[in-house]
């Protein structure tokens, strides 16, 4: 259903952007007439989901006239809505039509045009606003001060309400609220920081000890592996010389080698592919037979000079 409530007086002076359009909770009417505002939720939602502005009109022209290809003009326009405590304001950008109108006091008050339930009378949506002289519901005159708030006071809720990251629209009562919900979340801060959970953390000492013991065990490991490496080093080296497959003048740099990450491993196979550089000539084992000496070409040619033989020589010639 629909019908229209008459709201917010209006007075010459500096217009208010905002004012106050439905008030919250049930509302009884001058006429007797009871409606509920208790979801002003959905009231906003069927604002967005319309998407365009409601037009502020003279006396309903809107919802009498425009149907019958009568003039409805305009003399405002509802730009946004909001709900604030439970109420419904709306946004207005006024047009030269609707200041003058206002300035002369032609016209004083606001009067919404509601769709609401009729079985429950819940109020669910506005479709225009006619400016009238005869209100119903009993809300603040626009000519009224718009709040008690100083300059200065003004200044300061409008300071708190940035520092809340709230929108400047936000009452006093929801920013209340809200510092409220910060200072509780405060304190259950301190008290996790006060009392940690020692599934997640530990004690400073503790975990300082655990690392300087993983540290030393490092440490340790590190050096014991240092040192086997440069045992299996030290025999690797040892064998190739013994085999031939180095010198010794190349076994520093063969072991520098062996000493670097996969080393032992490339020497080993080196080793393993490499010739012998020196092979045993099998002298060592042998002696000297002066019986079979032969002689040289300055021995044979004194032998014959003196007239000895060959056989000569190798008998007396020691």
Known sequence: MKTAINAVAILPG??????????GGRIVGRDGRTFLNDNPGKILEAFNTLARDIPIDIEHSTEHKAPNGDPAPAIGWVKKLEARNGEIWG?????????????????????????????????????????????NLKLPALNQQQGTNTPEEHDMLKA???????????????????????????????????????DKFVPRADFDAALAKATNAESLL????????ETAVNAAISQALKDGK???????????????????????????????????????????????????SEQKQIAEMFGNSAEDLEKYGK
């Not at 996969?262 to 080793?271: E, H, I, N, P, V």
Request: net charge negative; aromatic share 6%.
């Open 14 to 23: 500096d217009l208010p952007d905002w004012v106050a359009l439905i008030p």
């Open 246 to 296: 180095i010198t010794p003048a190349t076994s520093e740099y063969h072991k520098a080698q062996c000493m670097q990450e996969g080393g032992l491993d490339r020497f080993t196979d080196y080793c393993a592919s490499a010739p012998t550089i020196g092979a045993d000539s099998g002298l060592d084992d042998k002696s000297i037979d002066g019986d079979k000496k032969s002689l040289n």
């Open 222 to 229: 590190i050096t014991m592996k240092g040192e086997k490496v």
């Open 91 to 135: 946004n207005v950008e006024w047009n030269a039509s609707g200041r003058q109108i206002v300035e002369e006091k032609s016209y004083r008050y606001l009067s919404p045009v509601i769709i609401y339930e009729q079985r429950s009378g819940t109020i669910v949506g506005i479709t225009s606003v006619g400016a009238t002289n005869q209100p």
């Open 160 to 198: 708190l309400l940035a520092a809340l990251a709230l929108p400047e629209s936000t009452s006093e009562t929801e920013a209340i609220i809200k510092a409220g919900l910060l200072k509780a979340e405060l304190v259950s801060a301190t008290n996790r920081a006060d009392n940690p959970s020692l």
